[in-house]
């Protein structure tokens, strides 16, 4: 569709094909299901791989009858959902995943027609997005039905092998839940913001302690010490100390 105006995330554009990360780059991901249905390649294959990029699970469907038979198989948690479909139109779609389960539907539409609209709303959609659109407006709406309608989900994080709960205050390492004093809690959970990426010391102790703090010089280094030994990380260097900068955490 020439009058679509998809804006690339900078991870996507600068991707040649999936591949793995590496642990400099590693997405966050998150635990969520979302299932793209549109019948133009060209706008699956977008958020399919923009959409992954930011740590969801992505499946795509080209027309009405796919997405129900995914609906079943796939149970994705945000579906978005052309109007303009071959077949079963993206109205009846819609009624239809009301009917059959518990899922947030955002509308996608290149008409700017209020009564489509409201219609969309009436049999169950919970948000519309107009064609052209913005990746970070899109990304913006589906974050907000993970809040509004899945809030056990949005409160959790994957990175690595790490989950942050940031509800429960807990963290687990390969499903294990790790016994955390609320300092070392905070200090992990900022080293997992950006895993492979160093943070200076200035940084962390600002995050951590607050400006003002005027305790011990060495009360990083001894946090540090702290986690590495509840993470068991002699051999596995999880927590990596960055000379001259700060810390890292280093994904397995």
């Given at each position: 569709?020439?009058?679509?105006?998809?804006?690339?995330?900078?991870?996507?554009?600068?991707?040649?094909?999936?591949?793995?990360?590496?642990?400099?780059?590693?997405p966050?991901?998150?635990?969520?299901?979302?299932?793209?249905?549109?019948?133009?390649?060209?706008?699956?294959?977008?958020?399919?791989?923009?959409?992954?990029?930011?740590?969801?699970?992505?499946?795509?469907?080209?027309?009405?009858?796919?997405?129900l038979?995914?609906?079943?198989?796939?149970?994705?948690?945000?579906?978005?959902?052309?109007?303009?479909?071959?077949?079963?139109?993206?109205f009846?779609?819609?009624?239809?995943?009301?009917?059959?389960?518990?899922?947030?539907?955002?509308?996608?539409?290149?008409?700017?027609?209020?009564?489509?609209?409201?219609?969309?709303?009436?049999?169950?959609?919970?948000?519309?997005?107009?064609?052209?659109?913005?990746?970070?407006?899109?990304?913006?709406?589906?974050?907000?039905?993970?809040?509004?309608?899945?809030p056990?989900?949005?409160?959790?994080?994957?990175?690595?092998?790490?989950?942050?709960?940031?509800?429960?205050?807990?963290?687990?390492?390969?499903?294990?839940?790790?016994?955390?004093?609320?300092?070392?809690?905070?200090?992990?959970?900022?080293?997992?913001?950006?895993?492979?990426?160093?943070?200076?010391?200035?940084?962390?102790?600002?995050?951590?302690?607050?400006?003002?703090?005027?305790?011990?010089?060495?009360?990083?280094e001894?946090?540090?010490?702290?986690?590495?030994?509840?993470l068991?990380?002699?051999?596995?260097q999880?927590?990596?100390?960055?000379?001259?900068?700060?810390?890292?955490?280093?994904?397995?």
């Amino acid at each position: 569709m020439s009058d679509i105006r998809m804006i690339v995330p900078t991870s996507q554009a600068s991707r040649v094909g999936l591949g793995k990360s590496s642990s400099s780059d590693t997405p966050l991901v998150r635990p969520g299901r979302i299932l793209v249905v549109d019948d133009e390649q060209s706008i699956r294959d977008f958020l399919l791989f923009g959409l992954r990029d930011e740590g969801y699970d992505v499946m795509c469907a080209q027309d009405g009858e796919e997405s129900l038979e995914l609906l079943e198989s796939f149970k994705p948690h945000v579906v978005l959902l052309d109007v303009m479909l071959p077949g079963i139109d993206g109205f009846e779609v819609c009624r239809l995943m009301r009917a059959r389960a518990r899922v947030a539907i955002i509308m996608l539409t290149a008409r700017d027609d209020v009564t489509d609209r409201v219609k969309g709303l009436g049999i169950g959609a919970d948000d519309y997005v107009m064609k052209p659109f913005s990746f970070a407006e899109l990304k913006a709406r589906i974050e907000a039905r993970f809040r509004n309608q899945f809030p056990e989900l949005s409160a959790v994080t994957r990175v690595g092998k790490f989950e942050v709960d940031k509800v429960q205050r807990l963290i687990r390492y390969e499903g294990v839940p790790i016994g955390l004093s609320k300092t070392e809690y905070a200090l992990l959970e900022i080293l997992l913001e950006t895993p492979g990426v160093a943070l200076t010391r200035e940084q962390i102790m600002s995050r951590v302690w607050g400006d003002d703090f005027t305790g011990e010089d060495n009360i990083l280094e001894v946090y540090i010490r702290y986690l590495r030994h509840k993470l068991h990380d002699t051999k596995r260097q999880l927590i990596r100390t960055v000379r001259g900068v700060g810390y890292r955490v280093d994904l397995q």
